[in-house]
């Protein structure tokens, strides 16, 4: 079977099936909001230091919304079983876990989709194509990385707990790196270009290591 | 046999202590704490060869040996970060700072103290085994990373400086050997740890069956 | 320094505390051989 028609196939099923429940986008949205409003008064948030402390409001809100919706990925899979069998068609493992990963990322940037313009109506913080292309390089390796652990967790118990614990570690890298981005495209010191060129090299990175690593996770 | 060495180990706390630190006693923690780290890092190196080992054919020995590094090298990376922390408050005033090397060394914790914590909640045997393959490849490589990303974003915000070690010829005699009892502590420990697993494993191969037996099952077993 | 004193007794006790564990985790499993 083709990979990429495959990868395709299990992206469209996924979103489909959020599509037609319509129960993750809505519940992350409005926690983001909610995440906004925390953020507001644990820091004290006023015009002067909004620009500030802001991106890592965005980046706390985006990690823990990151990790529900990555959370869930296998949810369905798992109570229906249907992983084996998709497992026993001949469509590789890394394919099904690169259309995983596909939606997985897809609904990931509809919550950001809410995000950034809450974040630039609610805190006044510039809403400028810098912001959004940092945020989207570092969904594509929070996303492989995410669903990756997400397989890893899927049958194991206390899965809740594991996720975060595995994954936020490697997500460090890139909240530093997207850190820096957000805050040079919102005004303050930071290397614009650096931090972009350091998030694409942490994607590769991680793309072609989760890859790699899918084979061996999947295949049971 | 493993008490000699530790003899040795211990040998090597008492054996520097003539050895006078120019800028306080307080400086001698950096022997053990060093030592510590890279006798951690051995560890986990070694987990990371047990976990490539284990995925490509499938070893029990390679596997265990990843256990007992983990295990090891938490215990090690513990020493050293509560030994750096009781260094940094007298010297720099605070416990903790978030330079590239305490950041790093504290995910480096977290990371493999996860590791442990996915072999206890996963089902013992092949998924475990795999599982944790991958965290500790991840981890190892994570850390580096990390490190670097770090170290990248301290130069985006200059901060305080770091400490420099430069070393006098006695005080590095005295690093060495404590690096050199330190390891051999080390590798004490994880074969010691490696016997241990080999034996709940041989354990958990005999109560399988049994189980298995106990409880009447539909259909052919395996 | 205080300092010292404890991060070597806290060196000391957790790594040759998780020696004497381990070999009494050891002697154990051996005995039941």
């Known amino acids: 079977m083709n990979p990429l028609r495959v990868v395709l196939a299990v992206a469209r099923k996924d979103l489909r099936a959020e599509w037609r429940t319509r129960e993750l986008v809505p519940a992350l949205a409005q926690f983001i909001i909610l995440a906004l409003l925390i953020g507001n008064f644990g820091f004290q948030i006023d015009s002067r230091n909004a620009s500030t402390i802001a991106p890592g409001i965005l980046w706390l809100a985006l990690v823990f919304a990151g990790l529900v919706a990555f959370g869930r990925t296998f949810a369905a899979e798992r109570e229906q079983a249907s992983l084996e069998a998709m497992l026993m068609t001949p469509a590789s493992p890394v394919a099904i876990f690169a259309g995983k990963a596909l939606a997985a990322g897809a609904l990931l940037v509809m919550c950001e989709a809410v995000l950034l313009p809450a974040l630039s109506i609610l805190f006044g913080t510039p809403f400028s194509g810098d912001v959004v292309a940092a945020v989207l390089l570092a969904t594509v390796g929070m996303a492989a990385l995410g669903v990756l652990f997400a397989a890893i967790v899927a049958r194991v118990r206390a899965r809740e707990l594991l996720l975060p614990l595995l994954t936020l570690p490697l997500w460090i890298p890139f909240v530093i790196a997207g850190g820096v981005a957000v805050q040079s495209a919102m005004g303050l010191p930071g290397n614009y270009q650096q931090a972009i060129g350091l998030l694409l090299d942490f994607d590769i990175l991680f793309i072609v290591l989760t890859s790699l690593a899918a084979r061996f996770v999947l295949d049971e | 046999m493993a008490v000699a060495l530790m003899l040795l180990a211990a040998g090597a706390i008492f054996l520097y202590a003539p050895t006078d630190a120019l800028q306080g006693p307080v400086q001698r923690i950096f022997y053990l704490h060093v030592s510590s780290a890279v006798a951690a890092y051995g560890c986990f190196a070694v987990v990371l060869v047990g976990g490539i080992i284990y995925l490509r054919n499938e070893s029990p020995a390679a596997d265990r040996f990843a256990r007992a590094g983990a295990l090891v090298g938490v215990v090690f990376t513990s020493v050293t970060l509560v030994m750096g922390m009781l260094w940094a408050k007298p010297i720099w005033g605070v416990y903790w700072t978030w330079d590239a090397r305490l950041t790093s060394t504290l995910v480096l914790w977290i990371i493999y103290a996860g590791y442990l914590l996915v072999r206890r909640l996963a089902e013992p045997g092949r998924q475990a085994a795999r599982i944790a393959a991958i965290v500790g490849i991840f981890g190892f490589v994570d850390v580096p990373v990390v490190h670097f990303s770090v170290t990248w974003w301290r130069t985006q915000h200059p901060g305080p400086i770091v400490v420099n070690d430069a070393l006098p010829a006695e005080m590095l005699a005295t690093f060495l050997f404590t690096l050199g009892c330190t390891l051999v502590l080390a590798a004490t420990l994880i074969a010691i740890r490696y016997r241990i697993e080999t034996l709940i494993d041989a354990r958990q191969a005999i109560a399988e069956p049994t189980k298995l037996v106990a409880a009447p099952q539909p259909g052919a077993a395996p | ?33």
């Open chain 3, 1 to 33: 320094m205080t300092y010292l004193v404890i991060a070597y007794a806290f060196a000391v006790a957790l790594l040759g505390g998780y020696l004497i564990w381990s070999l009494r985790t050891l002697r154990e499993l051996e005995r039941k051989e």
